[in-house]
Nanobody, 124 residues
């Protein structure tokens, strides 16, 4: 299983970015795909995930601003990020959890496969 995250960059506050995560060797029916982020000096934080049946979940800090979606034909999960704030600055990672259940979605130890991360910087 391999995950490749991309789409990060430098954006001004209030701007938008769309992150992509291409997943190899892990079908949409195998488990959930999630996004985490890690800011300098901080713990890796759960951001969002999408379950096998397409149900979406969000952390409180991004709810209403970020949208997760998946394109099964392209084996790709997206994270649309709008109204970005400086505190959103972090390296963003996508991860896959085989058999992950919704109640464990925030637990990074439940995700067995990780992408390499993509840096998002929100600054004027």
């Amino acid at each position: 299983v391999q995950l490749q995250a991309s789409g990060g960059g430098l954006v001004q506050p209030g701007g938008s970015l769309r992150l992509s995560c291409v997943v190899y060797g892990f079908s949409s029916g195998d488990g959930a795909i999630g996004w985490f982020r890690q800011a300098p000096g901080k713990e890796r934080e759960w951001v969002s995930c999408i379950s096998v049946d397409g149900t979406t979940y969000y952390g409180d800090s991004v709810k209403g601003r970020f949208t997760i979606s998946k394109d099964n034909a392209r084996n790709t999960v997206y994270l649309q990020m709008n109204n970005l704030k400086p505190e959103d600055t972090a390296v963003y990672y996508c991860a896959a959890g085989r058999g992950l259940i919704a109640s464990s979605r925030r637990d990074k130890t439940q995700y067995g496969y990780w992408g390499q991360g993509t840096l998002v910087t929100v600054s004027s």
